[in-house]
């Protein structure tokens, strides 16, 4: 898709859903939205992907533990922009949030490097995101090569 704002073209592309899948895959940051009690929130978590979900660790006292206590729905971004060179891409996750439970799955995650929290304290609740959609895009500024 390419879309015009005046005398130059700034391109968008979307990306294959193979090309989110690895971009998901290979990155270890991103965030997370939602409608929460009090209105619109979004927050950076780490993450990791497990068996086809977005998976965090946060706190079970915390504002993101609502995610895990209900379905919720939720949208997961990740991106990365190149502002001196004009380039950058966008993958958007839309689905619902639940808490992890199963003791194997459990397990499995503590082991798994890339969901260790950035931020101190307890952070014992593991939330997945199940995708319902996957999407993403990249842009190229005029002015880029």
Known sequence: MTTSSGPSTSHFAELPPARCGELLS?????????????GPEILPVTYAMYNGEVVFRTSPYGVLSQLGQERCPVAFEIDDVDHEHGIGWSVVVRGSSHGVT????LATLWSMDGIVPWATGTRNLFVAI???TVSGRSVKAPYAE
């Open 26 to 38: 290979s990155h270890r940051t991103g965030r997370v939205a939602w409608n929460a009690y009090d």
């Open 102 to 105: 199963q003791s194997y799955d």
């Open 130 to 132: 199940t995708p319902r």
